[in-house]
Every structure is written in structure tokens, then in C-alpha cells.
């Protein structure tokens, strides 16, 4: 396997108009997650499911805090993901 080495070319490549439209979208998208979950918080259980099994029935069960991880982890691969796009000579194509 190549290794980085320090003459690795670092091209600016500015986001085309297509990408700058998906870009929004992802943030919209986020946006609009944590807002219909914060709008629908009050209406929650005390106690929610957080896994099912097979057959589709929950065998797991957590407090309604729990429900905050899907979005903040939706969040945090949406941002490693538009920051690993900024530098564009790390990946070895």
C-alpha cells in the first residue's frame, strides 16, 4: 500500500452546483430531524423501544433520552463526512 508522502499534490476543487444543492439537502434534512423530534419530545413515553427482534417485537426497552443518540449520530457522520471532502489528497485514488 502507497504511503502519503509530502510532494502529494493538494488540489482546490471547489463543489460543483450539484453537490452545493446535496450539501444543503444534508443540512436541511439534519434540521429538519431535530426538530420534529424536539416538537414531538413532550408526547413521548417514559419508556421507549430501542431494539426489536426478529419477529418485530421489542425486546428492549430505554427512557426517552435514548432517542437523542440517532439523530447526534446522524449528525456527527454528516459532518466526518463533508470534512473528509475538504481534503481531497488524503484519499489515494
Known amino acids: ?13 471547489p463543489l460543483l452546483p450539484a453537490e452545493r444543492r446535496l450539501e444543503w439537502a444534508g443540512r436541511l434534512l439534519l434540521l429538519g430531524l431535530w426538530l420534529a423530534l424536539a416538537a414531538g419530545y413532550c408526547w413521548l413515553p ?8 426478529i419477529g418485530g ?5 430505554g427512557d426517552r ?3 437523542w443518540l440517532g439523530p447526534l449520530i446522524a ?3 454528516w459532518w466526518v463526512l463533508t470534512k473528509l471532502g ?7 485514488y
Open 1 to 13: 500500500m502507497p504511503m502519503l508522502t509530502a510532494n502529494q499534490p493538494r488540489l482546490p476543487l
Open 65 to 67: 433520552g435514548s432517542i
Open 46 to 53: 417514559e419508556r421507549i423501544p430501542t431494539h426489536f427482534g
Open 86 to 92: 475538504d481534503y481531497p489528497h488524503i484519499f489515494n
Open 75 to 77: 449528525t456527527v457522520v
Open 57 to 61: 417485537r421489542a425486546d428492549h426497552f
